[in-house]
């Protein structure tokens, strides 16, 4: 048997190491001076307990919700989901919630994705949209009540006079 020996290539500096090691004897944490908590997790996972300072159930953010032509300031829960800000702006702009379009970060947002999962914080803005194609059946059915276009089964015709 053959055994091989280990080389140095570099020189440890001892005063570097030393600080190094009084920093993980304190906790990892020498700036907040205090104890880290501990939790085990279902998996059996020992992780670092997560304090906040806020309870996540009653946290409340307020959003800014803009729509072509005004702007709206809505107060509510993080927990919440995007469903249930639509049935807050059907509220407020009158447009009923299977109408509304909701984009966040450039994304359309679905009903039941929730904003603290999704990322929303205090403060950050939402698109609000009409679906076009439910803005574009309102104009065929004011177009059909006025007599320019007739609406036979679901499909369209137009009158044309010669």
């Known amino acids: 048997m053959i055994k091989l020996r280990c080389k ?37 996972m020992l992780v670092q307990k997560r304090e906040c300072v806020e309870n996540d159930e009653e946290s409340i953010i307020t959003l800014t919700v803009s729509t072509v032509s005004q702007w709206h300031d809505i107060s509510i829960r993080a927990t919440s989901s995007f469903g249930e800000l639509k049935m807050i702006l059907a509220i407020v702009t009158g447009l009923e919630p299977k109408e509304q379009r909701l984009l966040y970060r450039g994304k359309e947002r679905e009903d039941y994705e929730y904003l603290h999962m999704v990322g929303v914080k205090d403060k950050d803005k939402v698109l609000l949209f009409e679906d076009p194609a439910i803005k574009e ?8 009540t006025s007599g320019r276009v007739k609406v036979i089964g679901g499909s369209t015709y137009h009158t044309i006079c010669v």
């Open 137 to 144: 059946r309102k104009l065929l059915n004011l177009a059909a």
């Open 8 to 44: 140095k290539l570099f020189r440890s500096n001892s005063k570097v190491a030393s600080t190094k090691a009084a920093a993980a004897a304190s906790g990892g944490n020498a700036k907040l001076g205090g104890e880290i908590k501990w939790e085990l997790r279902p998996g059996g």
